[in-house]
């Protein structure tokens, strides 16, 4: 990959080491830029510093290890680091209240602390995901408590973060880089400063409100169609059809710029951007009188889906005899997705305490959660294998199918007779299901 060359090598500092922070600084700094990371949390600070991560996300310790390493990656609490560097990226959480409205706690605390270090020439660069028209009307204000004028003393633009957790890495290194500036120069700017700093295409917009929109189109978008995947599943699981046979042959037509795109149904959606993103454009557009009917019934429907799961697995055991009360049942990957530890609004806490309801006793397993985190948030201490966790199961529920689970043995596992599989994002193909038959499961997918 090629590296910025001695007379682009721009500093930058990051604002904000979650999820998105600690790869954006990690990655920028392994292409040759210096970075300064800046969070308020000491302990996530000191750990990134010792190139240790929280999150789960493929070879991040390793490129931070390399970045941190090289001298090119530190990180602080103290904004103070703000003065020395060229761009400087706001990544802090943007989380909605229950009402869909913007939570712009962080957001508002990390403006006005970076107000008071900002200096002339500067680029600010909001990345966090927000209701259109806040980086005029929350952050500008914000700044400009520094003396300086955005767009005269300071470029200020909006560049979304479209990464999705578990292939961040690799798509911050391809996916176009979309910018808005407050002026032209903004624009310019930011546009310039991501295609040397990432080397990816940027796709130039004509103001911060249309960069803010792209964001939100895109997830609205993702949370819908998966929706359909969903009502599909469950309208294919009325007539005994495979679902996944079905989205296969019906996304070969062509349509629009692609084809048919029919997402794949699962126990649900979670992670914190799909589950708040569309109540972010539903509750902008009721402030403005305006009703958006699909954010909000993607949502809805989405919501359903781990009650659903939870009542296929009832299913199955009815047809067995087995009533829930008197059911074990083991639940495999508690991850709001394959392959990250991420709890956040996952879907499996819903499927977990409606089984949990029933009278079931059940374990949970995930070898990529942390431990502590699946025992706050489910109430159950977390089986240390799978062996442990599916011993004597009348049904083993995969919930989130990580790479581990794909050596499973289920010839070897210790479980009841005619124990249920139920694939919750496993999406086993048609041989592996077979197999499973013959080795005396029940399986049972979404709209499967
Ligand atoms: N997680 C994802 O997959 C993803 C993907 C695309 C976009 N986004 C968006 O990116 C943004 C960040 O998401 P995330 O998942 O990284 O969030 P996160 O909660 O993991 O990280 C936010 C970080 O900001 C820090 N912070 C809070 N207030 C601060 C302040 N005043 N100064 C400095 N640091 C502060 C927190 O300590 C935390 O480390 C959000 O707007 C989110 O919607 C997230």
Redesign the pocket.
């Known amino acids: 990959m090629s590296q910025l060359t001695e007379p682009e090598r721009k500093s930058v500092a990051v604002?904000?080491?979650?999820?998105?922070?600690s790869c954006v600084a990690a990655t920028l700094a392994d292409r040759g830029a210096v970075v300064v990371g800046?969070?308020?949390?000491g302990a996530?600070v000191d750990a990134l510093n010792q190139s240790c991560c929280r999150f789960q996300e493929q070879e991040l310790e390793e490129l931070l290890a390399r970045a941190v390493g090289s001298g090119r990656l530190s990180c602080t609490t103290d904004y103070a680091a703000v003065a020395g560097v060229d761009v400087v990226l706001l990544?802090?959480?943007?989380p909605v209240r229950d009402d869909g409205s913007l939570d712009d706690r962080?957001l508002r605390?990390?403006c006005t602390?970076l107000a008071k270090h900002l200096r002339e020439g500067q680029l600010v660069v909001l990345?966090?995901?927000v209701p259109l028209g806040s980086t005029r009307s929350l952050v500008r204000p914000l700044l400009e408590e520094s003396g300086l004028t955005a767009g005269e003393d300071f470029q200020l633009a909006f560049s979304p973060?479209?990464?999705?957790?578990g292939t961040a890495l690799a798509e911050l290194r391809t996916l176009p880089v979309v910018a808005g500036g407050i002026d032209a120069a903004s624009t310019k700017a930011a546009e310039g400063f991501w295609r040397q700093a990432l080397g990816v295409e940027v796709l130039a917009m004509s103001t911060l409100e249309a960069a803010e929109c792209v964001k939100l189109a895109d997830n609205w978008w993702i949370d819908l169609n998966i929706a359909l995947g969903n009502e599909l599943a469950k309208f294919c699981a009325l007539f005994d059809v495979d679902v996944l046979e079905v989205i296969k042959a019906a996304n070969t037509v062509p349509k629009g710029t692609g084809s048919v795109n029919i997402l794949l149904p699962s126990v649900g959606v979670g992670?914190?951007?799909l589950t708040k993103d569309p109540w972010m454009v539903w509750r902008s557009a009721r402030d403005r009188d305006l009703d958006i009917r699909t954010a909000a019934v993607g949502r809805e429907v989405n919501a359903r889906m781990p009650g659903y799961t939870a009542q296929l697995i009832f299913d199955e055991l009815a047809k067995l005899g087995k009533k829930p009360e008197s059911a074990r049942i083991a639940v495999l990957g508690l991850a709001f997705k394959n392959n990250t530890g991420d709890l956040r609004a996952t879907p499996t806490k819903g499927a977990v305490d409606a089984l949990i309801e029933a009278g079931a006793a059940v374990r949970v397993h995930d070898p990529l959660a942390d431990d502590t985190s699946v025992k706050e948030m489910f109430g159950i201490r977390p089986s240390n294998s799978v062996a442990e966790a599916v011993r004597d199961a009348d049904c083993v529920a995969i919930l989130a199918h990580h790479r581990a689970f794909e050596a499973i043995d289920y010839g070897s596992l210790p479980v009841a007779k005619s124990c249920v599989v139920l694939d919750g994002r496993a999406y086993f193909p048609a041989e592996k299901i077979e197999s499973l038959r013959a080795l005396g499961f029940v399986y049972r997918g979404i709209g499967r």
């Open positions: 604002i904000g080491l979650g999820y998105v922070g800046i969070d308020t949390d996530l990544i802090v959480g943007t962080q605390a990390a602390t990345k966090s995901t973060e479209r990464l999705a957790e992670g914190s951007c």
